[in-house]
């Protein structure tokens, strides 16, 4: 694949569609799912680009985003409508968003966070709640990409360990399983 | 897959989860994937812990900040009782004199 630089906006934009959908597939949506995700995340890529087209930094990750997003969304909906779907060609195992509603797991999980020293806190709220990337958090930490996700990593395996895996064990035991593997 | 390559990996595919991959970290970490059973394994792990820690986050600060305004507040309101109690003795003594 080219640089995104040395193509014209449809070109990445149409390059862009088979990593989207790929990625969208390994979210675990179904293939239709997926391609409705995909179209409106670029879509909505178009319209910030023609709109601004400075006001994006990172278009690819922002098309990233957008899919994940909107993929989160679905599960979301569909929890709530408590659906079930076919899934089809991609036997991938899936999770129901609301299974994490489980109240034990909620508390465990609140007290681990509340847990955590302050700076610890922050940075978890920034990666995971404020969208910052491993760039900026590495910029902020004084340290490469890396070594911020090595620091990330290091706190989320703080909060899940002990009561949070016994919660969640309980919760949902596949779900459990396929996070604590290894 | 010895720690330093799964360390590569695993970060790689963090960012191809967040978007923030390159095209061409993207295309290695997906051909991985496809042959690698142990990084279809660390993805599929990534990807839960990320779902989980995005339901969960934003739950977890929302009840921390409701939290710490409620004891801020207890606080507030036993200063202000302290200080109508302190008041009141200090009237009660000038009735007295």
Redesign the interface.
Known sequence: ?E??SELSTQEWISDLEA?LS??AL???LSSHDAQDVVQEGLIALTGAMDKNRGSIR?P??????I??NNA?KHFRDRARRNEVEILEDHP??R?D?DK?DEPL??ET??Q???GLSESD?DL??KY??EGW???QLGEELGCT??NA??TV?KI?SQ??AGEVKKA?SKADPD?AK??F?? | MDNSNELEIGFLIELAITGEASEQQFEEVMTRIESEPETAELYRQALAERKLMETQIGDAQESLTRQQQQDAQKIREQELAAEQDRLRRENELNQDM
Do not use: D
């Open positions: 694949m640089s995104l990593p790929r990625y390994s979210l675990g990172n690819k990750a922002y098309a990233f985003t899919v994940r989160n991938e195992p999770e968003l994490f797991l909620k999980f609140r681990a966070y509340a806190r978890i709220r995971y709640l990337t491993y760039e990409a890396q996700w090595k990593k989320v909060i899940l969640l779900f396929e996070l593997k290894g």
